[in-house]
């Protein structure tokens, strides 16, 4: 009963984001006012009936693992009794199933909160954005209907034999059990799935040729928003990998990482490119590329992890996905590209828009050949799509290119009738750039960094995948590709988040670069024989990186601390000097009166501890390892630790660990007692899949690593020896940190001001109620 | 847009997205490696002496010797298609908890002149056992 509910639910679901589809496009077509408002109202409701219909449906999932309702297929795949009930909830997005439904049911609660009280300013371009919305659901809901149905019932392939409905769930993988898992999943979702609603406001600005900044003003929030739990999601994502997988290390450039990160660094081009549209005019075509490619990039990234095109340690199993994602995929990006072209960006966007109509053509014409299956007949997962998708697919095509045909003759018609000249130049600046040296040139170069770096990334990780599609070869890189790209795009960005924010606009003169930056300049000029001093040197060194090259980085990043608290300190003393209250208050109310400026330099500074911290934490580590009976000590670095016992913990049903209980000294000093340890899960771990868990000991200069590599003896634990493995790691805390404060200035960002909070003005027309 | 400004920004493009792809291309080149089938690795034999690699096996049954004096993991690989086609390999480190007979690896490493790839880095996934349970699930569509 509970799977025909799930499945009932995102059913209607999809009919509903299909119905909106529909009710948004007549409505922005729609010329009659009162026509508009009905059908938009309409469209409305129909988001709202999609995110109450998807929370039912995760509900219902959530409360089959709960209850261990083992006949749906994908509870019994993901969960067992033994497990505590935190790590069933979590286990609802364990898998492909559950996690595309996760994905579906944040896509709906933006969708649903996108429309509940809309800005006045954008409302006339409101139907088009629900439109977009619902063309994204509809997608993402035909998945979780027909390919990745999580509310499955029955014995899964090649088991068909077995007891159903199964007295008990097959278990986690083990790596998942713990509370990363809880917490990394759904924020990098409510990032990566955010990142939809800027471009549904965007295209809707594309569609209906509104493109002032009202968008843009309307839209700041949002993508704040999403941007700022993407990268929250990302670290949350490097801690896991630091804590529970005793490598040491808390990135590894691995596809799924980076996945997650071109659209992140996309992402910050286009926050801080609006910046200058809203106040300058200019950078409109850039900023409507940067928000079309970062919805890209996300639903590629998605796209990435799911479909096994990439060897990761982090991919789902392998399944049929892919073809629906390039399909999705590339007609988004001729939908947003072809809207460009038609608002008289001709030669690029038409280029790029014929370009992908190509990619599109071939990605069809190969499924036609293959069919549409999965890739091998050992990878498993997924049901196969319907006889005859591939045919559904070359009708579609046929219907873009005759969508495209008609648009691009009318269009050249059009041209033609008005004596040559574009119909559209909304997209022109309404200033011009002047000077190298002024804020505006800063931000471009800012753009073209990003967007460099996030197609470096992204050639990186695809180069196997390229190399194979030209020359039957594949060809890979690894961290050393990305240790050679990243740090000098990295130091030219870190350097501009010190001098953007105080280069004048228009045009700098030598004199003013002198009074704004002479004394950041001097602080980080006098910060590099410090930092000499205090050890950065070839004499400690192993990392990868030159040591030349982290104290330029060290001493870029004191620069822009140093610009930062120049800025509060000049801020807080003409609020003193003005108003009398004392620095401390002068302070918090600059900061509270000034919300975007201030909140941004304290994101702007949490970046700067973020590159210290990654700086540090490759200059050196120490590894230590031995052989431990109880009671022997091991040196490292001036701590002693000694292993006091080896233990067994055992929760009934769900894990089995052996514990060693290390007592950690510091110069004769006891701090504290460190317990690495190795889990054996039920279920799953049925094939003794033994995980090492790392203790660490978290200090602002370093971090001790322990890592239990090896029990000699596990039936004698009184004498047994273990092979222990013990780091030192240099700075990692200050990422962690830097995140923290991150996650503040970002919140400080988004605070409303007194103007927004005030209600909305209702007027009624002919029986109608409409926000002004 | 005036010429003169379109000219001065298309300079400074070239260069900075010039520079980019000059990293990219000197970054690549310089650290890529092919990723190889264990049959191709046997095939090519002394053409790859000397030069990292990445390689995908499975580990061959019965072929785990475990050191500890010094740390060290010495088994075959065969080729995920091609059983009878295998590689001996060297790990100088403990191996993952999932590494055992016919777990999937993924070596990077160097071959020696011995034929012997000398690995770096070792990753192990899931034992098959998790992917088998779900394949083409269109008899269950037809219930």
Same mark, same amino acid.
């Given at each position: 009963m509970a799977a025909d509910l799930g499945r009932f639910s995102i059913l209607f679901a999809l009919l509903c984001a299909a119905y909106t589809l529909v009710a948004g496009i007549y409505a922005g077509r729609a010329k009659d006012r009162l026509r508009q408002e009905q059908w938009w109202q309409s469209a409305r409701r129909g988001l709202l009936a999609v995110f109450l219909l998807c929370a039912l449906a995760i509900g219902v999932l959530i409360h089959a693992f709960v209850t261990h309702n083992y006949n749906i297929t994908y509870v019994w795949s993901e969960s067992n009794r033994g497990m505590p009930v935190q790590y069933k909830v979590s286990a609802v997005w364990g898998g492909q199933d559950g996690s595309l439904l996760l994905w579906v049911f944040v896509l709906s609660c933006y969708g649903a909160l996108m429309v509940w009280r809309p800005q006045p300013t954008v409302r006339s371009i409101m139907p088009y954005t629900a439109a977009v919305m619902a063309i994204t659901q509809v997608f993402f809901l035909l998945l979780v209907n027909f390919? %990745? $149905? #999580?509310f499955r019932v029955g014995p899964p392939h090649g088991l068909e034999g077995m007891k159903w409905p199964p007295p008990d769930g097959r278990g986690l $993988? #083990?790596?998942? +059990? $713990?509370y990363w898992m809880q917490l990394h999943p759904p924020a990098l979702y409510i990032g990566y799935v955010g990142l939809t609603v800027p471009f549904c406001y965007g295209m809707a600005a594309l569609m209906s040729g509104k493109l002032d900044s009202d968008w843009i003003i309307a839209v700041r929030r949002w993508t704040l928003f999403a941007w700022t739990f993407l990268g929250c999601g990302i670290l949350l994502g490097g801690i896991w990998a630091y804590e529970t997988l005793s490598f040491g290390g808390y990135w590894a450039w691995d596809p799924v990482e980076n996945a997650s990160l071109i659209p992140w660094l996309t992402g910050t081009a286009f926050l801080h490119s609006v910046m200058i549209q809203e106040k300058k005019g200019m950078l409109k075509g850039w900023n409507m590329v940067l928000v079309i490619i970062t919805f890209a990039l996300s639903i590629f990234g998605t796209f990435l992890t799911r479909s096994g095109i990439i060897q990761s340690?982090? %991919?789902?199993?392998?399944?049929?996905?892919g073809p629906y994602f390039w399909t999705f995929l590339l007609l988004m990006i001729i939908l947003g590209f072809g809207f460009l072209f038609l608002r008289g960006w001709y030669v690029s966007a038409g280029l790029v828009t014929l370009f992908t109509f190509g990619l599109f053509i071939i990605h069809t014409f190969g499924r036609l050949k293959t069919g549409i299956h999965p890739p091998a007949p050992d990878t498993p997962n997924a049901p196969l799509p319907p006889e005859g998708a591939e045919y559904l697919l070359l009708a579609v095509s046929f219907a873009v290119a005759g969508a495209m045909a008609y648009v691009v003759s009318s269009e050249l018609i059009g041209i033609f009738k008005n004596d040559g000249k574009p119909r559209y130049n909304a997209l022109q600046g309404d200033n011009e750039f002047e000077s190298w040296l002024s804020r505006e040139a800063a931000f471009l170069v800012n753009n073209w960094l990003f967007v460099g770096a996030a197609f470096a990334v992204l050639f990186g990780t695809m180069l196997p995948n390229l190399t194979e599609a030209l020359w039957g070869a594949k060809i890979t890189v690894a961290g050393p590709y990305f240790n050679v790209v990243m740090p000098p795009i990295g130091l030219a960005l870190l350097f501009l988040t010190g001098v953007g924010p105080l280069i004048p606009w228009r045009r700098a003169s030598p004199k003013n670069l002198w009074r704004n930056f002479r004394l950041p300049a001097a602080v980080a000029g006098a910060s590099l024989p410090l930092l000499w001093l205090m050890g950065v040197r070839q004499d400690a060194y192993i990392g990868p990186i030159p040591i030349s090259f982290s104290l330029i980085v060290l001493a870029t990043c004191v620069f822009v601390t140093a610009t930062i608290v120049w800025e509060f300190y000049r801020g807080a003393k003409a609020r003193h000097a003005l108003t009398g209250e004392s620095y401390f208050a002068a302070l918090i109310n600059l900061t509270l009166r000034n919300r975007r400026r201030y909140g941004g330099y304290i994101v702007h500074f949490a970046v700067a501890l973020f590159f210290a911290g990654v700086t540090g934490s490759m200059m050196y580590k120490v590894e230590v390892r031995k052989d431990l009976h109880p009671g022997d000590t091991l040196r490292i670095a001036g701590y002693e630790l000694k292993l006091n016992k080896v233990a067994i913990e055992r929760v009934p049903g769900w894990k089995e660990s052996l514990v060693a209980h290390v007592d950690v000294a510091l110069k004769g000093r006891k701090l504290l007692t460190l317990k690495p340890r190795q889990d054996t899960f039920e279920g799953f771990g049925r094939d003794m899949q033994q995980t090492p868990i790392p203790a660490i000991l978290y200090t602002p200069q370093h971090d001790l690593y322990l890592v239990l590599? +090896?029990?000699?003896n596990p039936n004698n634990l009184k004498s047994t020896s273990i092979h222990l493995q013990v780091y030192l790691f240099p700075m990692v805390l200050w990422v962690w940190v830097s995140g923290v404060i991150f996650l503040i200035g970002n919140f400080v960002c988004m605070l409303p001001g007194a103007k927004e909070l005030r209600a909305p003005e209702r007027v009624t027309v002919k029986g109608w109620v409409m926000e002004r | 847009m005036k010429p003169k400004q379109q000219r001065k920004l298309i300079v400074g493009g070239t260069i900075v997205f010039g520079a980019m792809t000059l990293l990219v291309a000197f970054a690549v080149v310089g650290n890529s490696m092919p990723i190889l089938k264990v049959s191709d690795v046997v095939a090519k034999g002394s053409q790859l002496y000397g030069r990292p690699l990445m390689v995908d096996g499975k580990v061959v049954a019965g072929s785990i010797k475990r050191y500890s004096k010094p740390l060290m993991v010495k088994f075959s690989v065969r080729d995920l298609k091609n059983p009878a086609v295998t590689l001996p390999v060297v790990y100088r480190d403990a191996p993952p &908890?999932?590494?055992?007979? &016919?777990a999937t690896v993924h070596l990077q490493g160097v071959i020696d002149q011995q034929g012997v790839l000398q690995a770096d880095k070792m990753l192990t996934q899931c034992p098959s056992k998790y992917e088998k349970d779900y394949e083409r699930l269109d008899k269950d569509k037809k219930k």
């Open positions: 390919t %990745a $149905n #999580p $993988n #083990p790596l998942l +059990q $713990n340690v982090h %991919a789902f199993a392998q399944s049929g996905i590599r +090896q029990v000699a | &908890d999932t590494f055992k007979d &016919d």
